[in-house]
């Protein structure tokens, strides 16, 4: 977790559940090319849509959104 006093932590929680496989791969594949850094962003986008990365990231939030909801449902009286 990025920290719950740093703002926009959220936003880069949700993005490290990507960025492992579909960034990392790509900065180190796009660097060994001499790929611009317009090339790399753009490789980024066509990975992020072949592999539904924000439907992913988004279900991944909702579900532990209503995890927690429930959770603390149960707990309060």
């Known amino acids: 977790m990025h920290g719950k006093t740093r703002?926009?932590?959220l936003v880069f929680d949700v993005a490290d559940l990507v960025k492992d496989t579909l960034i990392l791969p790509w900065a180190f594949i796009c660097a060994k090319e001499g790929a611009t850094?317009?090339?790399?962003?753009?490789?980024?986008?066509?990975?992020?849509?072949?592999?539904?990365?924000?439907?992913?990231?988004?279900?991944?939030?909702?579900?532990i959104a209503l995890q927690h909801h429930e959770t603390h449902n149960r707990l309060t009286p």
Do not use: I, S, W, Y
């Open 7 to 9: 703002r926009g932590a």
């Open 37 to 63: 850094e317009q090339e790399f962003r753009q490789q980024c986008l066509q990975n992020f849509t072949r592999h539904k990365a924000l439907d992913f990231m988004f279900e991944a939030v909702k579900t």
